[in-house]
């Protein structure tokens, strides 16, 4: 059978943990299974399966929710399909059902590239790509985005794991990343227009940084 989310890449490597095991998927380029010495480091899905809640997915070019599709950009209203219509939102950007093609291989590690074309509600023309490398301290990931288009381009990227240990329940876990700036989200309802409003943005607890814009323009040719 056929997996449901395309091409499934396999990457191995030994560690001193023990053996590392990742399975990346065309489509999306999701994480759909990560673990080490046997013990899942990531909730796992089926191969026949789609990623459940977007599970493991790349958000390009925007993560979260923009409410009602719609956002404003130059002064020009954008209307994005409605990919949560339940909740009137368009959800996780636009490579969410996309097949990626893969660029580089080998036994531990494997580089994905995606397009994002022109299209209503994001006019905008962008290279993507993740790559993904077992390493004896894990898994590295490692996005680059290019701005192959005439205009600056908004755009915000984001990843969808579900970390966790095994078995251990996920109350009893602590994430921990080494980060520099922090958006404090209400418990509201998405704010409509996620491109255009800019947000304050607080350093982490701990780790230097300042003050910084949500949003991020891409110049053309940038990375």
Same mark, same amino acid.
């Given at each position: 059978?056929? #997996?449901?989310?395309?091409?499934?890449?396999? *990457? %191995?490597?030994?560690?001193?943990?023990?053996?590392?095991? =990742?399975?990346?998927?065309?489509? #999306?380029?999701? *994480?759909?299974?990560?673990?080490?010495?046997?013990? &899942?480091?990531?909730? @796992?899905? =089926?191969?026949?399966?789609?990623?459940?809640?977007?599970?493991?997915?790349?958000?390009?070019?925007?993560?979260?929710?923009?409410?009602?599709?719609?956002?404003?950009?130059?002064?020009?209203?954008?209307?994005?399909?409605?990919?949560?219509?339940?909740?009137?939102?368009?959800?996780?950007?636009?490579?969410?059902?996309?097949?990626?093609?893969?660029?580089?291989?080998?036994?531990?590690?494997?580089?994905?590239? #995606?397009?994002?074309? @022109?299209?209503?509600?994001? @006019?905008?023309?962008? &290279?993507?790509?993740?790559?993904?490398?077992?390493?004896?301290?894990?898994?590295?990931?490692?996005?680059?985005? %290019?701005?192959?288009?005439?205009?600056?381009? /908004?755009?915000?990227?984001?990843?969808?794991?579900?970390? !966790?240990?095994?078995?251990?329940?996920?109350?009893? *876990?602590?994430?921990?990343?080494? #980060?520099?700036?922090?958006?404090?989200?209400?418990?509201? !309802? @998405?704010?409509?227009?996620?491109?255009?409003?800019?947000?304050?943005?607080?350093?982490?607890?701990?780790? /230097?940084?300042?003050? %910084?814009?949500?949003?991020?323009?891409?110049?053309?040719?940038?990375?």
């Amino acid at each position: 059978m056929r #997996a449901a989310t395309g091409f499934q890449y396999e *990457l %191995r490597v030994a560690t001193p943990s023990g053996p590392a095991l =990742a399975i990346v998927t065309e489509v #999306a380029a999701g *994480l759909r299974l990560y673990s080490v010495d046997g013990i &899942d480091l990531v909730e @796992p899905f =089926a191969a026949e399966a789609t990623p459940p809640w977007g599970a493991g997915i790349v958000l390009m070019p925007w993560p979260n929710r923009i409410r009602d599709g719609l956002w404003r950009h130059q002064g020009v209203m954008q209307r994005l399909p409605l990919t949560e219509p339940e909740q009137q939102n368009a959800i996780h950007g636009l490579l969410r059902y996309s097949s990626y093609r893969m660029l580089d291989r080998s036994p531990s590690s494997v580089t994905l590239a #995606a397009t994002v074309f @022109p299209q209503a509600g994001y @006019p905008f023309l962008l &290279d993507t790509t993740v790559r993904y490398a077992l390493t004896d301290n894990g898994l590295a990931v490692t996005h680059t985005v %290019r701005n192959v288009g005439r205009d600056a381009a /908004p755009v915000a990227l984001g990843a969808h794991p579900y970390p !966790k240990i095994g078995g251990v329940p996920t109350e009893d *876990l602590v994430l921990t990343i080494a #980060a520099h700036p922090y958006r404090r989200r209400r418990p509201a !309802k @998405p704010r409509r227009g996620i491109f255009r409003r800019r947000h304050q943005v607080r350093p982490a607890h701990g780790v /230097p940084g300042g003050r %910084r814009r949500s949003r991020r323009r891409l110049r053309r040719g940038g990375a």
